[in-house]
């Protein structure tokens, strides 16, 4: 079985530019999840979704991140425009609805200079 | 609101020795309590599942152990080994919610 797949797994980019990270969940998990880990913390909740629609989006900078996931699968994380302190580890996890299992990415590292 | 807090952020330990890792929370109101595993550039794996009405998990050479009245958990690795050089990390799941909410991690290295 595939895991959740993500892309890009680095990037950098200046201040004030924008960018974008990509993730497949693993087939049939209707819910998806992005955190974001910032270098000596823990992962923060930023968005989950079930299927294509929004169910926490509580601590998300609403401000200059956005996310969707149109067709109830894939999904985008965008940044627009990018601070300094949003240099992290940006984790996409899925699972089933209701389940105790969230199953990790790898994660995409952004580094804002 | 729920804070998820890990003590010690570092470890370092000779080879062959038991450990125990600790984490403690501040709302006794879980559904339960994982324990994750990150290598350097790579996602989370979970090790340790603990309900809020259990005590303790085992797997292997780790023993995770929950005490909500007094909001912490452990996690015991017995006869550790350089490959369990990691950094773990626990998080709490609110009753009714899915939203996992993490510690900061302790980072373990096992020196050979």
């Known amino acids: 079985e595939a895991g959740v797949a993500q892309s890009p797994r680095y990037k950098i980019i200046e201040k004030r530019q924008s960018v974008a990270f990509w993730c497949n969940p693993i087939s049939g998990h209707a819910t998806l999840y992005w955190y974001q880990q910032i270098l000596g913390q823990g992962p923060k909740l930023l968005i989950q979704f079930q299927n294509n629609g929004v169910v926490d989006d509580s601590q998300l900078p609403k401000d200059r991140f956005s996310a969707e996931r149109l067709k109830g699968v894939d999904s985008t994380l965008k940044i627009q425009p990018a601070k300094l302190e949003d240099s992290a580890v940006y984790l996409c996890?899925?699972?089933?609805?209701?389940?105790?299992?969230?199953?990790f990415g790898p994660g995409t590292r952004l580094t804002v200079t | 609101k729920q804070e998820v807090t890990q003590i010690p952020a570092a470890l370092s330990v000779p080879e062959g020795e038991n450990l125990v890792l600790n984490c403690s929370f501040t709302d006794s109101a879980i559904y339960n309590l994982q324990w994750f595993r990150q290598d350097p550039g790579k996602g989370l794996t979970s090790l340790l599942l603990i309900q809020s009405s259990q005590r303790e998990q085992t797997s292997g050479r780790l023993n995770a152990s929950l005490d909500k009245s007094s909001g912490r958990s452990t996690l015991y690795i017995a006869a550790s080994q350089p490959g369990d050089s990691a950094t773990y990390l626990c998080?709490?799941?609110?009753?009714?919610?899915?939203?996992?909410?993490f510690g900061q991690g302790t980072r373990l290295t096992i020196n050979p």
């Open positions: 998080a709490v799941r609110r009753r009714g919610a899915q939203k996992l909410v």
């Open positions: 996890a899925s699972s089933f609805p209701g389940s105790d299992e969230q199953y």
